[in-house]
């Protein structure tokens, strides 16, 4: 077999399938292993206990698919129009405004396993969305995709960070492609930007304070010190992204299913949180967002209300929760309205 014809066979076939670029990294990750067991030993994961549950499983693509010798990275854009939002608009990451990624991306991997299986018998493989304990970015990186920005994102001169990331970790002895060389140089406004502080030094992110965690993976009261400084951010934070030079280079989405959704780029607080269990679950069906539940979603918007202007509508938006049936909604709604009548004293 000509290894690297279908090499660039699978690069050409991963393009038509609507992603914007395709690298092969070889699936050694042994020199990232102690950089991975460090940050875990530091307690930077927080409350993701499953990756200490899995640990040095990231750094061993062998161990997680059995006979892994090459692992195909795959890009896919995301980004869409961003309108000005104001202090009493709900700020939702880019990446979550429309329907869940790991769907659209997984079905895409999984054509493009089709096709290579179609021209190589016997062929070996397992597709990763995200969705199991995969080094995405390092292995991306080797594959030529980009470079790690300081703020640990992947980076691409071509296409900034606003995209999502796929791998197949197959057993086909592919050529590999060569790194790109890092373009950060002296720059530190993703450092510099942060509203928490969360990028302690370049490459170092200490995900306890990082803001998309906290409202994402955090699954208790987010801490009093931490809560002003999310402001109305109320799934996810995109601010080391905006403030990068090389997004400005970024290209706009052409994926239908990437569009907004339910308004979200333009939403506000009050409205967002007027919602009931009932219209949470129906309006995000398909959406990432739905996955934290209709409690986080609550104590997330609360913590944006407890910033947002001091209004008629915003406190009474916050009594109308003060005998919510949750203690984590309870205890996020007395903290946003003890903030309100702080500063109008």
């Known amino acids: ?49 499953y990756m200490a549950r899995h640990g040095a499983l990231r750094a061993r693509p062998s161990e997680l698919r059995p006979g892994t010798l090459r692992v195909i990275s795959c890009r896919m854009n995301y980004l869409t129009d961003e309108p000005t939002p104001g202090p009493e608009t709900a700020v939702i990451a880019r990446y979550a405004r429309g329907r869940d990624y790991h769907r659209v991306l997984r079905d895409r991997l999984q054509k493009l396993c089709d096709r290579i299986s179609a021209n190589v018998n016997g062929f070996g493989y397992r597709v990763f969305t995200d969705s199991a304990p995969v080094m995405e970015v390092e292995l991306a990186a080797r594959a030529g995709l980009g470079w790690r920005g300081k703020h640990t994102l992947l980076l691409s001169r071509e296409a900034g960070s606003w995209f999502f990331l796929g791998e197949i970790y197959c057993d086909l002895p592919l050529p590999v492609d060569g790194e790109e060389k890092n373009h950060c140089g002296t720059c530190e ?29 955090h699954k208790s009261a987010i801490p009093e010190e931490l809560r002003p400084l999310i402001g109305n951010r109320v799934y996810g934070c995109d601010d080391c992204q905006t403030v990068c030079p090389w997004n400005g280079f970024a290209k706009k ?27 949470f679950d129906e309006r995000l069906r398909g959406s990432p967002i739905r996955r934290i539940g209709y409690e986080r979603w609550l104590r997330n918007l609360a913590v944006g209300l407890g910033n947002a202007p001091g209004s008629p509508e915003v406190v009474a938006a916050l009594r109308s929760r003060l005998d919510d049936s949750s203690d984590l909604v309870r205890e996020h709604v007395r903290w946003a309205l003890e903030r309100h009548e702080r500063l109008a004293a």
Not at 253 to 279: M, Q, Y
């Open 189 to 217: 406004r993703c450092i510099e930007v942060c509203p928490t502080q969360a990028i302690r030094g370049p490459y170092q992110l200490d995900a306890r304070r990082c803001i998309s965690y906290l409202t994402i993976e």
């Open 1 to 49: 077999m000509d290894h690297a014809a279908l090499a660039r066979d699978i690069k050409a076939w991963g393009i038509e399938l609507g992603f914007q670029a395709v690298g092969i990294a070889d699936a050694d990750l042994s020199a990232a292993e102690p950089r991975l067991l460090e940050w875990l030993a530091q307690g930077w994961h927080g409350e993701m206990e």
């Open 253 to 279: 989405t052409s994926e239908p299913d990437f569009a907004v959704r339910n308004g979200l780029d333009r939403a506000t607080l009050v409205e967002l949180f007027a919602w009931t269990a009932t219209e």
